[in-house]
């Protein structure tokens, strides 16, 4: 990601926001599903994804599929800008301090956990104001708990100051970060193995997105009780693991990974074709314009394009 001319990664920036909003196109339906499972306690509304899936439109209509998904559209578009730009920034400091432009794979596993530490930032308030939207079945929408995004916000700052709007930001943090950086050690393994044709790219980025979540779906079970609590329920994160896992087992630690998997491997892929796409749009407009470019725009196949 980036180039020579583009040194700051305004380039990345720019194609990581774009291809945020791919991602959460392609993802939310999954997402809900994914936060009514990890949620409720087992088995008690739902007996499995598809039966979420079942109840959740006869009751509420599909258009409760993409629930809360304002809230995150705002913070995804700058969040995978984060994400796309902290890889960027991470390769270019590891390629000047190394002295070669050549990126491991351990190097790029590298600037994945930089990426993640990025994205974090916004993700996760915007994480906690996504799930208590999608919690909020039509009976709880007309008793008025929440209208909307800036409700939510207004009404957690109220019940618990700024700490509450961030609340399970950290956990969040123990999500993305790990998982990104085996992200990108996996989506490079492959494009270098079998090639960065838009095929490769787009089962490249859903393969690496399922172990993503692999990685994740623990804390993300943690995080979303953890978001999801009334106010003072909890006093951290850690009082929800040993509670999870004296009435739900191991299992429950990986509730919600059905639709959580085929949402990684659609949106991840959708994503990744979507970045490397802007970029080649990047690198057209720059051959029309005569600029020199004298490294390669997409630094996520760097160690091919030399």
Same mark, same amino acid.
């Given at each position: ?128 104001? $996504? ?13 008025? $708990? ?86 003072? $329920? ?73």
């Amino acid at each position: 990601m980036g180039d020579g001319q583009d040194p700051a990664g305004v380039r990345a920036f720019v194609a990581g926001g774009v291809s945020g909003t791919a991602f959460l196109v392609a993802g939310q339906p999954f997402d809900t599903i994914k936060v009514r499972m990890q949620h409720q306690a087992r088995g008690t509304l739902y007996k499995s994804s598809a039966d979420c899936l079942y109840k959740t439109v006869t009751r509420e209509g599909a258009r409760a599929l993409f629930k809360g998904m304002s809230t995150p559209l705002i913070a995804c578009i700058p969040s995978y800008a984060l994400w796309f730009l902290g890889h960027d920034h991470a390769i270019t400091l590891q390629q000047r301090l190394l002295g070669r432009q050549e990126m491991s794979l351990w190097n790029h596993g590298v600037a994945g956990l930089t990426a993640g530490v990025y994205m974090v930032t916004i993700l996760g308030p915007g994480e906690r104001v $996504k799930c208590l939207l999608q919690m909020q079945t039509e009976s709880g929408r007309r008793e008025g $708990k929440y209208k909307g995004p800036i409700d939510v916000i207004k009404k957690t700052y109220r019940e618990g100051g700024i700490r509450s709007v961030f609340r399970g930001t950290l956990v969040t943090g123990l999500r993305d970060v790990p998982g990104s950086g085996m992200f990108f050690i996996l989506y490079e393994s492959i494009i270098r193995r079998y090639g960065d044709s838009p095929t490769t790219i787009t089962v490249a980025g859903g393969v690496s997105g399922i172990l993503m979540w692999l990685v994740g779906v623990p804390p993300d079970v943690i995080k979303t009780r953890y978001q999801t609590a009334p106010q003072g $329920k909890y006093r951290s994160s850690l009082q929800i693991i040993p509670e999870l896992y004296k009435s739900e087992g191991v299992g429950g630690f990986y509730k919600g990974f059905g639709p959580s998997g085929i949402r990684a491997f659609l949106a991840n892929g959708i994503c990744l074709l979507t970045y490397d796409l802007v970029m080649k749009t990047f690198r057209k407009l720059d051959s029309l314009t005569s600029f020199s470019i004298t490294q390669p725009t997409n630094k996520l196949h760097s160690s091919q394009r030399h």
